[in-house]
């Protein structure tokens, strides 16, 4: 089982930037995809960015250039660089990993997600 460690969430002004962080723990040899989903309230649960472990990229259509993501993948750590953020950003973002690799062999290749953290956007 992965723990998520999230931080970097907070207000920020329309047009302004802001910088989240995930920290994987647990015993984990390795992490197929991991990146970010967004909820706004009333809204389903949206795929922001995902970086595969050879490097490829996924970007929601809304992003747009806005927004980047890079893995660590030593460190099992993933942060997403938002710029020009919007009122529409405003969600709460979710740390995700997709198929795990534990230390002991054994592995999950199920969906998880972090507790979230809230990003307002607002002036």
């Known amino acids: 089982q992965v723990q998520f460690v999230e931080s970097g969430g907070g207000l920020v002004k329309p047009g302004g930037s802001l910088r989240l962080s995930c920290q994987i723990s647990?015993?984990?040899?390795?992490?197929?995809?991991m990146g970010w989903y967004r909820q706004a309230a009333g809204k389903r649960r949206e795929l922001v960015a995902v970086?595969?472990?050879?490097?490829?990229?996924d970007y929601g259509d809304f992003v747009k250039g806005r927004f980047t993501s890079h893995r660590d993948l030593h460190k099992n750590m993933v942060t997403l660089q938002m710029n020009k953020l919007e009122p529409e950003d405003t969600a709460v973002y979710y740390c995700?990993?997709?198929?795990?690799?534990?230390?002991?062999?054994?592995?999950?290749?199920?969906?998880?997600w972090g507790q979230g953290t809230q990003v307002p956007v607002s002036s």
């Open positions: 995700y990993t997709g198929g795990v690799t534990y230390r002991d062999g054994t592995s999950y290749r199920g969906e998880s």
């Open positions: 647990g015993s984990v040899h390795s992490i197929y995809r």
């Open positions: 970086v595969v472990s050879d490097g490829a990229r």
